[in-house]
C-alpha cells in the first residue's frame, strides 16, 4: 500500500517508543502515515497505541510488517541488537529490502559496519540523529543530520520531511551521528561556558536578565542564551525532556571518537571532565540544564551546588 500524501510504500515501523519516538509516532501519524510500533514496556506501547499506532508483539513481527523502520534506541549497542541480534532484521526475514533510518545518537564506526551487514542483503541503513528534543518530535521540527548515500537520502526525504523542520544531509553513512556527536559536544560544553559567563556578569553587578538580552544581542550568543537559559533554567523549570544521563553518555562517545582518532581536543575533554564529576551531584534523570546549578572550582574537577545568595 503506497500512502496517497508521501508516496512511501506500506506501514513505517517504529522501534524504542521513548519520548522521542513517541513523539515521532505522533508526528507521522498527524501526517497520514500508518505506523506500526514497537518497545519493550508495555506502558511505552500503551501510550503509542493511543496515539494512533499499531502495536505488535515483536520486533521481528514489525520487521516483517513495515517496509519503512525507525530506530530511536538509547546505545549503539542497542541498535546491533536490534539489526543483527536474535529476532533481527539481519536474522532471516522474508528477503524484501527495508528502509533502516536510525535516529539513534549512535557511533559512526558502529553504523558503517551495520551498513556493510545490511546493504548486501539489500537492505539501506540511513543514520539521521535528531536535535530539538520531545518538543521537536511532536511537533515535526526535529533537526536532522543525514549519512547516506544521495540516492538512500532521496529514497528517506518523504520521511525524513515529514519529522523534521531542518533536514542536513553532512556525507555517507555514518557522517550523521559523527556531526551529532560533535553537536552535542559543543551544547555541552557551551553550558558550562554560558553558566560561567552568569556568574562573571552577575559579580560584576549585572542582573541576569539584562545580561542575556545584550549577550543575545552580540557575537557571543548560542542556543544556549537564546533558548536553553529563558526556556528552562531562568524561570527554574528545568524540563527541556533531554536529561544528565543522556548528556554524560553523549560527552562520553565524542571522547571516545576523540581518543579513537587520535584528535586532541583539550578544552573539551575538560568539559568532559566535568559532566562525568556532575554524576556526584545529579542522578541520570535530572534536567541536563542542571549543569547550569554548579560552580567549578579551579581545579577542573570539582563541583557543588551554588547555594542561594552566592
Known amino acids: 500500500m503506497t500512502n496517497s500524501n508521501t508516496g512511501v510504500n506500506g506501514a513505517i ?8 519516538g513517541l513523539g515521532m509516532v505522533r508526528t507521522l501519524v498527524r501526517e497520514g502515515f500508518a505506523v506500526i510500533g514497537f ?3 508495555g506502558e511505552r506501547q500503551d501510550e503509542a497505541a493511543r496515539a494512533g499506532a499499531a502495536i505488535v508483539a ?4 514489525l520487521f516483517k510488517s513495515c517496509d519503512t523502520i525507525i530506530l530511536s534506541l538509547p546505545t549503539a549497542a542497542h541498535v ?5 541480534g536474535e529476532g533481527g532484521l539481519a536474522d532471516g526475514g522474508d528477503g524484501a529490502p527495508r528502509l533502516v533510518i536510525d535516529t539513534t545518537t549512535s557511533e559512526p564506526d558502529v ?6 551487514i545490511l546493504r548486501p542483503l539489500g537492505h539501506i541503513l540511513i543514520d539521521a540523529p535528531v536535535s530539538g528534543g520531545p ?3 511532536n511537533s515535526g521540527q526535529l533537526t536532522m543530520m543525514v549519512g547516506g548515500s544521495d540516492a538512500d537520502f532521496a529514497k528517506a526525504m518523504p520521511v525524513l520531511t515529514a519529522l523534521g523542520g531542518k533536514i542536513t544531509h553532512v556525507g555517507p553513512v555514518g557522517a550523521g551521528h559523527a556531526v551529532k556527536i560533535v553537536n552535542n559536544m559543543l551544547v555541552a560544553a557551551h553550558l558550562l561556558t554560558m ?8 559579580a560584576a553587578g549585572v542582573e541576569v536578565e539584562h545580561l542575556i538580552s545584550a549577550l543575545n544581542a552580540g557575537s557571543g550568543r548560542s542556543a544556549i542564551s537564546e533558548v536553553n537559559y529563558p526556556k528552562w533554567v531562568m524561570n527554574g523549570a528545568f524540563d527541556s525532556g533531554f536529561t544528565m544521563g543522556l548528556m554524560r553518555k553523549d560527552m562520553r562517545l565524542a571522547m571516545a571518537l576523540a581518543a579513537q582518532k587520535n584528535v586532541a ?6 568539559a568532559g571532565a566535568l559532566w562525568a564529576k556532575s554524576a556526584d551531584a545529579f542522578a541520570d534523570d535530572a534536567d541536563f540544564n542542571r549543569i547550569t546549578e554548579f560552580e567549578i572550582t579551579t581545579d577542573a574537577t570539582g563541583m557543588h551546588p551554588i547555594t542561594a545568595g552566592e
Open 39 to 41: 518497545d519493550l514496556s
Open 80 to 84: 546491533t541488537a536490534v539489526l543483527t
Open 135 to 137: 518538543a521537536g518530535a
Open 265 to 270: 581536543m583539550p578544552v573539551s575533554e575538560l
Open 58 to 61: 515483536s520486533q521481528k513481527e
Open 13 to 20: 515501523g517504529v522501534i524504542g517508543l521513548g519520548n522521542m
Open 195 to 202: 553558566s560561567e559567563a552568569i556568574r562573571l556578569g552577575t
Open 111 to 116: 553504523t558503517r559496519n551495520l551498513d556493510q
